[in-house]
């Protein structure tokens, strides 16, 4: 017995001991609480309302300063098609530049004519050209109507069951936001040529990546959902607000006695734009008409070509004209170089059809029938359309340490 409490006593030292060398066993630490920043976007400006409230945004994939982050630099690392050799890296910024409103300019040798191309197979100018010339992106979060020059990726398409490009069913992936434009730019033929499996793989294994999806998402799995989100929340930050011509509206500025002529034109129906690109904020609509440019229409990505209604024939996007001064060629078909082309197109060279809108009022003369200087005038106002802030802005840039081994 008295051995016993011995042994017992010895033994009690010893676990003493051990727990003072050891420190006391803790208790498992709780996992982190996975908080994000919401994403405030600036609809005020000056305390005022300035941009409309009713943002377009899936109630699965909220706006987080975290997850804009990790968009921005997917938006722009070219190893987002999957491979890592140059002249087969393609981001989103490969035809969305910056400095031409996220269009893909008229200089690019990939791209001759300003017509933009998928990876090709063998080497460029080669590769599946896009069946359009480019968009902008400009104020999209605001866009309740539908993207692309015809619309077809908007929030009333039913689930469409089994999609192009491997697209899930749900919503808001089956053509219904910008997380769809995501999936198809990754795997279109016309665009980055890849498939959502590389693209995974590739982002996986690059290791700024995954503590950046486990801050914007939770954990550091790298899906190609989450690619989806994170890219289509950094494309909604995207929003323009501080032309020349949107300080005027503000009385931040005053406008030459030209630009204000051109005001005029464009603001009566004298020149009549404001019809379909008159919206004092976003500068269009973001409605689909036929502005007159043919007799015939034979594209197959009409916006009759997604409705199948037979009024859609020749009907497209009429596109924000914020920045239009840096955005050509202009129209769907990229067939005017230049704006003054475009205003002449108004002026004198309007086509009857069966679907003209009735808002081209002076078809039968061919347009509105401005004169030289009146056709000057307007250019000028055009010209005060152009956001210096929009494209040099650090926030909507190449991040500074994203390196891609590419230029
Ligand atoms: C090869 C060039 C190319 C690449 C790469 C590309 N796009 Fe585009 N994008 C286009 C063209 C061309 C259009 C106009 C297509 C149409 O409407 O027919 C367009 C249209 C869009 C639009 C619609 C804008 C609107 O006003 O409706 C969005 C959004 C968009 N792209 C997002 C992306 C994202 C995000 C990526 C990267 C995942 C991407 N694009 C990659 C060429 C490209
Ligand atoms: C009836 C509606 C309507 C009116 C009025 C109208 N537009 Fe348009 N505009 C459109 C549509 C639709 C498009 C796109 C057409 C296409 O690409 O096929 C467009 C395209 C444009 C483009 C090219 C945009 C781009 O991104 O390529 C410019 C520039 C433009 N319009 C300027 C004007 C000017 C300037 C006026 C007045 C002189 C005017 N528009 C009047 C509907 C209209």
């Known amino acids: 017995m008295k ?31 996975f908080v994000t920043t919401p994403y405030e976007f600036p609809l005020k400006i000056n305390g005022r309302q300035w941009f409309p409230t009713e943002l377009y945004i899936p109630s ?44 893909c300019g008229m200089d690019d040798p990939r791209f001759p004519g300003g017509k933009p ?85 590739m982002i996986k294994s690059i290791a700024i990546y995954p503590p950046m999806f486990k801050a914007a998402f939770g954990t550091e799995d790298v899906t190609y959902e989450r690619i989806s989100k994170a890219i289509a929340q950094f494309v909604r930050t995207l929003v323009s607000s501080n032309s020349k011509f949107h300080q005027w509206v503000r009385h931040e500025t005053t406008l030459t006695p030209q630009e204000l002529n051109g005001y005029q034109l464009y603001m009566s129906e004298a020149a009549d734009c404001f019809h379909c690109h008159g919206d004092p904020v976003l500068l269009t609509t973001n409605n689909f008409y036929n502005n007159g440019l043919d007799t015939v229409f034979s594209d197959p990505g009409d916006r009759y070509g997604y409705t199948k209604d037979n009024m859609d024939i020749g009907r497209y996007k009429a596109t924000t004209l914020i920045n239009i001064e840096l955005t050509g060629p202009y129209m769907h078909d990229g067939r005017f170089k230049t704006l003054e ?59 500074a340490d994203l390196d891609t081994g590419c230029d």
């Open 341 to 399: 082309e475009v205003i002449d197109h108004y002026s004198e060279g309007v086509h009857y059809s069966q679907t003209i809108d009735p808002l081209m009022k002076y078809v039968a003369f061919g347009g509105t029938q401005l004169t030289e200087s009146e056709k000057a005038d307007l250019l000028a106002f055009l010209k005060t359309f152009t956001d210096h802030d929009f494209i040099t802005n650090p926030e909507f840039s190449k991040p």
């Open 60 to 103: 699965n994939n909220p706006t987080t300063v975290e997850g804009v982050k990790l968009g921005r630099y997917l938006f722009y690392d070219g190893r987002l098609s999957g491979r890592v050799e140059c002249d087969s890296q393609m981001s989103c910024a490969t035809c969305h530049k910056q400095k031409y409103s996220f269009e």
């Open 3 to 33: 051995k016993g409490w011995k042994y017992f006593f010895e033994l009690f030292a010893l676990g003493l001991f051990i727990i003072t060398l050891t420190g006391c066993p803790d208790p498992p630490d709780p996992p982190d609480p």
């Open 117 to 201: 191309r998928g990876i090709p197979s063998t080497g460029y100018p080669d590769g599946k050209p896009t069946p359009h010339f480019m968009l902008p992106m400009i104020n999209l979060v605001f866009n309740q109507n539908g993207y692309l020059w015809n619309g077809k990726v908007n929030r009333s398409n039913p689930a469409l069951g089994a999609a192009p490009y491997g697209i899930p069913a749900e919503q808001p992936y089956n053509m219904t936001n910008l997380e769809s434009l995501v999936w198809m730019g990754i795997a279109a033929p016309h665009e980055m040529n890849g498939s959502p499996q590389k693209t995974v793989d």
